[in-house]
């Protein structure tokens, strides 16, 4: 603010607890979680780019297995997400919580359509699922730019001892 003086509702904000409610030894669980969906979903993209460039089945295959891991990776990760949001406070106050979460819930949806209609044999690789695996890796980096302001901004999760 212009006068120096701090906003009020930003002040009662940051007042609020962000430790996680969902942790193991003091590690929170939705960090360790997302990693692998992140990196399936990821995969899955490769896996089509591959069979669009050798048309070998095997990267078919792969991408089938990589889309479902990432999918149901997702839905643990995400479900650890939400716990954490509806049971701490001090998450739930920041917007910035709400945009990752609508954008890995957004990812989450693609992944289970790509997947989905993979396994059923609803869609083809090319182009339906090279173009669902593209823009779930777009909806993973918009989610991980808002998980990452999360940790890095507002130190959400973080345990950080008063010696440091």
Do not use: C
């Amino acid at each position: 603010m212009e006068n120096g003086s701090e906003n009020p509702v930003i002040t009662k904000i940051e007042e609020q607890t962000t430790s996680s409610a969902v942790a193991v030894a003091g590690h929170p669980l939705h960090a360790m979680t997302v990693h692998f969906p992140i990196a399936l979903v990821m995969a899955t993209l490769a896996a089509d780019v591959m069979y669009w460039w050798s048309a070998d089945p095997f990267w078919m295959r792969a991408g089938l297995w990589a889309a479902g891991g990432g999918f149901f990776g997702g839905i643990a990760a995400g479900l650890i997400g939400t716990a954490e949001l509806l049971l701490v406070a001090g998450i739930r106050a920041r917007v910035a919580s709400w945009a990752h979460g609508i954008a890995a819930m957004s990812l989450i949806a693609v992944a289970g359509a790509n997947w989905g209609g993979r396994f059923t044999q609803m869609i083809d690789v090319l182009p339906h699922g090279l173009g669902l695996s593209v823009l779930a890796a777009l909806l993973a980096g918009l989610a991980g730019w808002h998980g990452g302001k999360l940790i890095f901004d507002h130190g959400i999760g973080l345990m950080v001892s008063p010696k440091d």
